[in-house]
C-alpha cells in the first residue's frame, strides 16, 4: 500500500514527498503476494489435475469472488465519469465500458486498471 502512496504523491503531492527510501521496494509485495497465491491455489486444487469438472468449479468460485466487485468499482467509475467526468483522466472516457467489465482486451487496458 505504502509503495502505491508514493506514485500517487509524485503524481499529486505538488513537489513535497513524504514517502521514499524503503517505501520504493514495496514493488516487491507483487511478488510475495504470487507466490503466496501460487501455492494456495496448487494446495486448493491438487488431486485435481486433468479433471474439466475441477477446474470449471475452480473458474466458477473464482469468478463469484472477483467479478462483483471489480463490477461494482467499474461502476464507481461510469458514475464519475457521468457526474463529474472533470475528475478523471481524460483517457478514462474513451474507453469501452463493455469492454472493461468483461475484461476483453481494449487499447491501453480496461476503466479500472487493476482488470
Known sequence: MI?????????YGGGATFFGGPAHFGFA?????????????ATITAG?????????DFLGRRALRIFPLYWL??????????????????????KSILHSLLLLPQEGGPMLVVG
Open 48 to 56: 485435481r489435475l486433468g479433471s474439466t469438472t475441477g477446474a470449471l
Open 73 to 94: 468499482c467499474s461502476a464507481a467509475i461510469v458514475l464519475a465519469l457521468i457526474v463529474r467526468p472533470d475528475s478523471l483522466d481524460a483517457s478514462i472516457a474513451e
Open 3 to 11: 509503495y502505491h502512496l508514493v506514485h500517487a504523491e509524485s503524481v
Open 29 to 41: 509485495g507483487v511478488d510475495v503476494f504470487f507466490v503466496i497465491s501460487g501455492f494456495i491455489i
